[in-house]
């Protein structure tokens, strides 16, 4: 297959190898990149090359100075809730360890964002919500893998969704990462767990029935069984 060489995917393609090799530690803090060396590593035009490490800085990964360079930052300069730094790290050989701190954040956030659901959400969420855990459902026993994440991704992007909270809305791209990043790097059992699909099913119930005790128990059960999931299963790349 031919690479795409336009500038769209050359900047797509800079962006993502220099931001993987920093998330995952080939590039540790305080190492020091030039333009020019980035142009001839990956045969791109300074134009190009400085766009894609703006990105970086506004995501915290990197700072240019002029006569210093383009120097790597410590974690705790990242944007952490970035979508593409969680998938650059997913990457990584410590994603399992990763995916442990991914699960705490969503039990902090998903049972609080079911119980607002439950309370807040329109005949509209509560159709999306039955219908996705449905798909899930035939997905699993038919063993379709990519429609079981849609169907999985649309849930949780509607639950975030359905209790007006922006904060919370805020977060679906972190959780599609978490999602999308357990499937492509094997981490999801070929067939997926029954107890796991029953338990959305619960959640859209209540949420239907307004009952936000009952909606905020299922969803902290099925970030549970997802972290437990990650913890019984090897990784493999």
Not at 56 to 78: C, F
């Amino acid at each position: 297959m031919t690479q795409d060489t336009s500038p769209g995917a050359l900047h797509d393609h800079v962006l993502t190898t220099v931001g993987t090799r920093i998330a995952t530690g080939a590039l540790t803090e305080g190492d020091v990149l030039t333009l020019d060396g980035i142009c001839t590593e990956y045969a791109v035009s300074r134009t190009l090359a400085r766009e894609a490490i703006r990105v970086l800085e506004s995501m915290g990964l990197v700072t240019s100075r002029r006569r210093v360079g383009i120097t790597v930052q410590p974690a705790t300069h990242w944007n952490v809730f970035d979508p593409r730094l969680i998938r650059w790290r997913l990457d990584g050989d410590g994603r399992a360890e990763f995916l442990v701190t991914l699960s705490e954040l969503r039990r902090g956030v998903e049972p609080a964002a079911a119980a607002l659901a439950a309370e807040r959400g329109d005949d509209h969420h509560c159709r999306v919500l039955a219908a996705a855990a449905s798909d899930m459902a035939i997905a699993a026993r038919t063993g379709d893998q990519q429609s079981y994440l849609l169907a999985d991704k649309l849930f949780h992007q509607t639950l975030l969704a359905a209790g007006g909270n922006e904060m919370f809305r805020a977060l679906t791209g972190v959780v599609d990462e978490v999602l999308a990043g357990r499937t492509h790097h094997g981490m999801m059992p070929e067939t997926p767990n029954p107890v796991a699909i029953a338990l959305h099913d619960d959640v859209a119930r209540a949420i239907r029935l307004g009952d936000p005790g009952a909606a905020e128990t299922a969803m902290r059960a099925i970030v549970d069984e997802a972290a437990q999931a990650v913890h019984d299963r090897p990784t493999t790349d």
